[in-house]
């Protein structure tokens, strides 16, 4: 009979491989699925489903749509956190990658405002708010999947293969889309293909599915509830009992989605408008300097476990005040080089503010309220983060240019500064 791994232990090669890539291809299939909207919203949705005179305006009620979801995000971290702690992780992942993964496969057969009127956008906010939904429990449960089955030592380590979920899912939904624009016309694109990645989404979440359900419950849940340490309402516990943890972790955060919805969504759709690159190019771009994320998320984790996730996060947030800064300057530059740089740096500084996230989040919680903790700060910090990082841009960037949108950098980047130095002070 096989024995459960204890906490600090190492679980046995088979099922640390099936951990880890259950963790890893859940996020993927998570920043997959937020990426093909973000960039379908830039690029189709606007006229696809909200008719205006003004294509600004159609952009700005596309770039609503896709806020929409960091809304929902917080409710379903409160309802997938509150049956992660009370039921266990497993059950809770399974659920949201469902309900996240049926939202995304459904919007590819939607019809568009000329065939059935307002009902359009009303039916893809509907699913937007059902992606939010799952993906509020998605990138909690998965980070306590690693974390809490990590041998003692190697949390950050094992902690960052969620954050390698969203270089991986980027590439993934960049490259189709950049796959479908060599091989379809314009119109195609605009007409019919655009849904080809949404339909995509449905192999990757069987194929998560497949490897969810081989799972058994963390050493860490299970030692929780033996002891009876399980509140009945985690998240009155977690405002109750941890409230500066949880402010200081929501602010922790918003660094890293104010980086990467800037030079990602809202990056394209500006230098695909304003700029006059080339779809193609910028794609081409974009999926280069990802790669740099990827990078720094493996640095910064790696050098976690020896001196401490509140450094690398601190340099993260540091690189993420100098993006802001450098911002105007080399991504209005006129020179795709200059703006691959640019994107490259930005995303490599978002590596330390994103990946340690997935060690440091849990080590701010109890395991009894920890999967409220995490996916509760995760997906506020989006809000404030992510969720307005693309509205805004769109409305300073009309307003002052690139300089004046670098300013929505350096204040996430001083933000997230503060919630360390909250926790210094505790």
Not at 21 to 42: C, N, Q, R
Not at 131 to 150: C, D, I, P, R, T
Request: aromatic fraction near 12%; proline fraction near 5%; glycine fraction near 14%.
């Amino acid at each position: 009979m096989k024995t459960a791994p204890t906490p600090g232990t190492a679980p046995a090669p088979a099922s640390t491989r099936r951990i880890l890539v259950a963790s890893l291809i859940g996020t993927s299939v998570e920043f997959y699925d937020f990426y093909i909207y973000a960039t379908a919203a830039a690029l189709v949705f606007g006229p696809l489903f909200f008719p205006a005179e003004d294509p600004g305006v159609q952009l700005l009620a596309s770039y609503a749509s896709f806020g929409l979801a960091f809304l929902a995000r917080p409710l379903g971290a409160a309802v997938f956190g509150h049956f992660g702690d009370r039921l266990g992780r497993k059950s809770t992942l399974v659920a949201s990658l469902m309900l996240m993964g049926g939202s995304t496969v459904a919007i590819a057969f939607l019809p568009g405002y000329a065939q059935i009127g307002w009902a359009a956008p009303l039916l893809l906010c509907i699913l937007r708010f059902g992606q939010g939904l799952g993906l509020g429990g998605e990138w909690g449960g998965a980070s306590l999947l690693a974390v809490e089955n990590a041998p003692k030592g190697h949390e950050n380590r094992w902690g960052m293969f969620p954050p390698l979920g969203a270089p991986i899912g980027f590439i993934a939904a960049n490259g189709f889309f950049l796959l479908l624009g060599t091989i379809l016309s314009d119109q195609q694109f605009r007409d019919w293909g655009w849904r080809l990645p949404f339909l995509a989404s449905s192999v990757l979440v069987v194929l998560g599915l497949w490897v969810r359900l081989k799972l058994t419950e963390t050493p860490a849940f299970r030692e929780a509830a033996a002891h009876d340490a399980l509140p009945r309402v985690p998240i009155a516990t977690l405002f109750g009992s941890h409230l500066r943890a949880t402010v200081a972790g929501t602010t922790g955060v918003v660094a890293c989605f104010a980086l990467f919805y800037l030079t990602t969504a809202f990056a394209l759709s500006y230098g695909t408008t304003t700029l006059g690159y080339g779809r193609q190019a910028f794609l081409g771009v974009e999926i280069g300097a990802i790669l740099f994320l990827a990078l720094g998320v493996i640095v910064a984790c790696t050098l976690a476990d020896r001196t401490g996730a509140t450094r690398m996060l601190g340099w993260g947030f540091v690189g993420c005040v100098l993006s802001g800064l450098l911002m105007g300057p080399m991504l209005g530059s006129g020179s795709l080089w200059i703006v691959f740089v640019w994107l490259a740096a930005s995303l490599f500084a978002m590596g330390f503010a994103y990946g340690p996230l997935g060690g440091w989040l849990p080590s701010l919680f109890e395991p009894g309220v920890r999967y409220t903790g995490v996916s509760i700060t995760f997906n506020l910090g989006g809000i404030i983060g992510g969720a307005l990082a693309p509205i805004a841009a769109q409305a300073l960037a009309a307003r002052g240019g690139l300089g004046l949108v670098g300013v929505y950098l350096v204040a996430a980047g001083i933000l997230s500064l503060g919630g360390l130095m909250l926790l210094r002070r505790r």
